[in-house]
């Protein structure tokens, strides 16, 4: 069965009759463009736009970030399985059994709860009380 081959190439010099005779010659059929050009200054751009983070949520004003309660539970009981040294396989299997699921409605695995450690470690501070982090703080020691 014959195959499709692709071949991306980035142009030197403009596209002509030329270079699309010599790739005709080879067998090769265009199936897409991609234009690019240069425009002064950048004020009409916009901002790309950013995922916002775990346990936050769009504001009721539109304009901030709120609290999301639940992603909050979740990421709690996350830093609790960590702080009791539970594989990530194990915490995740809590989660599901509790009623927690990612942002997107799919079940946790071990490896969503470990990409989750950037956004844990960010927020544990302020999940965590002085008094709370000072009552773990023993036990964490003991492990290191």
Partial sequence: MARIERKHQV???PLDQELLRAKA??????VG????????????????????????RIGDDCQSLAPAADEIKAMIRMLKGIVDERAFSEIAADLNATGFHTRSGA?????????MLPRLIEVAPSIYSSE?????????????
């Fill in 11 to 13: 142009l030197t010099q």
């Fill in 25 to 30: 010659s080879e067998g090769w059929r265009p």
């Fill in 33 to 56: 463009v991609v234009w690019e050009r240069t425009v002064e200054g950048d004020d009409h751009l916009e901002p790309s736009p950013q995922a916002i983070p775990y346990g936050l």
């Fill in 107 to 115: 079940e946790w695995n071990q490896t969503s709860v470990f990409h």
């Fill in 132 to 144: 709370e982090w000072a009552a773990l703080k023993p036990r964490l020691q003991e492990v290191s």
